[in-house]
């Protein structure tokens, strides 16, 4: 079993040790475009990630919290039926049963483990779904350290469960009024909360996005979900998934099962973005699919903005892909056609929620069910050419945060 | 003339730089000339022009909520330049994030500046590692500075650096945070403008974040160029929507910026 956990066999083939470079870019993307007042802190914070990720301890320690704490390794999960349903194997990566209900406490023991260990007692967060916002205050707690929280009042309205999650598990929650009050809101109001205090304080970013070394930082601590499933999946089948399909807001669950697999050119990998009330209203999360080269959050990366470089307001009905960037490491894969990027709307989705809670008995988060309707429309169009076909979906979070606005969606009437 | 000329010349007359900031369009477009022209009646020397941007993560809840505003009525990069040529009598530098100068394109962003008599370019999410193309651009043109910040935090190491490439005046980061206007300015910045001193002496250095009053300015203006004030002055505009007639609103920050510029005469 050890074998599964993370940092025990890190194999970094050396065309990724390249990536990213010195200075913190993927190819064109990435960078440090952040504030005067914060430039040393990052400097501070890439030479403690270099000095404790290779520490022994630092990884025992963090190994022992996400086995022991976190629930993991994750088992992947066979889906019979709906693999029998469309004709394909398909695989789930239950991150919906890490604790807290998804993927966001790997990279939040990682962060608060390394934040202790830099000798900082407050943590500040922000969250959109409340997913990493939770993720925060759990592994804020666990490991005694002042947690708070910037949410956009909008997303308080949408997962207010998770608001009063966070606030019994010792969080303060401060709501975030500005701009489209949402998470790109929250993350503006962090880094103003970092530049004040920023001495005392350590940013814990959800996703693989920010200023270098964030998107770094984020990915390898959620490198343990590909990291995992490579050799589950081996275990089960002799062999390599065809197809892994991640879910793709920032990109933190998506980075986090391709990286191991980004060598294993037989592998494809597909991101799915949210494509909203449809890409072609303009209504959206697409970041990749859709939008066009810019700065924003302190990364270079692809964004939806309008052509002045006014950032535009996202939309999805998962808060969790409610983002107008996206990682730019997956920027780079994407443009590189390693990974392939398509989307997937609200009224898709919804229809893959329904299908998974049906037939398998598991409530996929939204933003995870977007990567289920990419599965079963893949395996429908296999089927039809009679290809063996096996996909792996990396099943990012479970759903019950979401069922009061699936509800409110269905109109109080579940088919 | 180019800004450093502009502080050579106060100087001559024993003064130091009053630089004022205010959100372009705000209240609209129209109305940042006016109240320019008030400024420049009270005696601001460098008027700093901000460009609203939609996520102002370096500004506090003044200056964003006159951005989200300013945004509302329609300012945008082109009538900024509009905006910005319209004013004269008064160096102009121009504050903006980056991604707005990368959108419009870096050559023609610097291109636009020197049309309007822009002379210098603040872009406070643009720190020394990644300014490169830009002060490529604005060498060439030798007509717009680009201006660097310095905080309290920044290493001995990239202050180095900064110091190598900054022209025109260098931006003092008076404390840790966001701009808005404070009861109390910083202790941090007599040991800081020390710091910059031991490694150039010669660069302008003007101080900003957290000033709003006269002995504000004054205290500042004892150790360094300039003194830079922005959300106070939109404290103003806010107040005067709300309540005074236009013509009262331009009177009282006129008043307000001779009070201001009182105090960075040294005799």
Redesign the interface.
């Known amino acids: 079993m050890s074998s599964y956990f993370i940092f025990d066999k890190i194999i970094v083939k050396e065309n990724m040790q390249s990536r990213p470079d010195e200075?913190g870019k993927y190819g064109i993307y990435g960078?440090?475009?952040?504030?005067?007042?914060?430039?040393?802190?990052l400097?501070e914070l890439e030479k403690a990630f270099n000095r404790f990720y290779s520490d022994k301890r630092f990884k025992e320690e963090l190994n022992r919290l996400l086995r022991t704490y976190a629930g993991r390794p994750t088992s992947l999960y066979f889906a019979q039926n709906l693999s029998e349903r469309y004709g394909a194997k398909i695989y789930l990566k239950r991150e919906d049963l890490v604790h807290g209900g998804a993927h966001k406490l790997n990279n939040t023991l990682g962060q608060c483990l390394l934040a202790k260990h830099m000798g900082k007692k407050r943590i500040i967060a922000e969250t959109g779904a409340g997913q990493h916002g939770v993720a925060s205050a759990m592994a804020a707690a666990v490991l005694g350290l002042e947690c708070e929280v910037y949410m956009g009042t909008e997303d308080i309205e949408r997962q207010k469960l998770n608001v009063f999650r966070m606030e019994l598990l010792g969080a303060r929650v401060n709501p975030v009024d500005?701009?489209s009050k949402t998470l790109?809101?929250a993350i503006?109001e962090s880094?103003?909360d970092w530049?004040?205090?920023?001495?005392n304080t350590y940013y814990l970013i959800g996703s693989v996005v920010g200023p270098h070394p964030y998107p770094l930082m984020v990915r390898e601590f959620q490198r343990v979900i590909g990291n995992e499933t490579k050799e589950q999946i081996r275990d089960a089948e002799g062999r390599l998934p065809d197809t892994i399909v991640a879910c793709v807001g920032g990109g933190s669950n998506a980075m986090g099962i391709f990286y191991d697999f980004l060598d294993d050119d037989a592998v494809e990998l597909v991101g799915v973005e949210a494509a909203g009330k449809g890409l072609e209203t303009g209504e959206h999360g697409a970041s990749i699919c859709a939008g066009t080269e810019?700065?924003?959050?302190?990364m270079y990366s692809k964004?939806l903005?309008d052509?002045?470089?006014?950032?535009k307001q996202s939309y999805s009905f998962a808060p969790g892909l409610d983002y107008p960037g996206v990682g730019p490491e997956l920027a780079y894969l994407a443009d590189s056609g390693r990974v392939k990027m398509v989307s997937a709307t609200d009224e898709e989705t919804l229809i893959a929620f329904e299908i998974l809670s049906k037939l398998e008995g598991i409530i996929p988060a939204l933003e995870s069910a977007h990567a289920v309707h990419y599965a079963i429309e893949e395996a429908k169009a296999k089927a039809k050419e009679r290809k063996e076909n096996l996909i792996v979906v990396n099943l990012s979070g479970r759903g019950d945060k979401d069922i009061f606005l699936v509800e409110k969606v269905l109109g109080g009437e579940c088919k | 003339m180019h800004l450093e000329e502009k502080f050579k010349e106060l100087k001559e007359r024993k003064e130091k730089a009053l630089i004022g900031f205010v959100t372009a369009g705000y209240p609209t477009a129209e109305g940042t000339q006016e109240i320019a022209r008030a400024m420049v009646k009270g005696g601001v020397d460098i008027l700093e022009l901000g460009l609203p941007f939609s996520d102002p993560i370096a500004d506090g809840v003044t200056i964003q909520r006159a951005s989200e505003r300013s945004l509302e009525a329609g300012m945008n990069t082109d009538v900024y330049f509009e905006v910005a040529a319209g004013i004269k009598g008064v160096e102009k530098v121009c504050l903006t994030y980056y991604n707005l100068v990368l959108q419009r394109g870096l050559e023609d962003f610097i291109a636009d500046c020197e049309s309007a008599g822009i002379k210098g370019l603040v872009v406070p999410d643009l720190p020394v590692e990644e300014s490169k193309p830009l002060l490529r651009i604005c060498d060439r043109h030798d007509e717009t500075d680009l201006i660097f910040l310095i905080a309290p935090t920044t290493t001995e190491k990239r202050m180095a650096r900064i110091l190598d490439v900054a022209s025109g005046f260098v931006y003092v980061v008076s404390l840790l945070g966001v701009t808005g206007a404070r009861e109390h300015i910083s202790d941090a910045i007599h040991p800081l403008i020390r710091r910059i001193r031991e490694v150039k002496t010669f660069i302008p250095l003007a101080v900003g974040f957290g000033i709003s009053k006269p002995e504000h300015v004054r205290t500042v203006c004892e150790v360094a160029d300039g003194a830079i004030v922005g959300s106070a002055f939109i404290r103003l505009i806010e107040k005067g929507l709300e309540s005074e007639s236009k013509a009262s609103m331009l009177r009282e920050i006129e008043e307000y910026t001779r009070s201001l510029k009182a105090g960075t005469k040294t005799v």
């Not at chain 1, 052509?307 to 950032?311: F, K, L, R, V, Y």
């Open positions: 200075h960078g440090k475009f952040a504030p005067e007042v914060l430039m040393s802190a400097e500005s701009g790109k809101d503006n880094m103003r530049v004040t205090n920023v001495e810019g700065v924003l959050h302190g964004l903005q052509e002045h470089g006014q950032i």
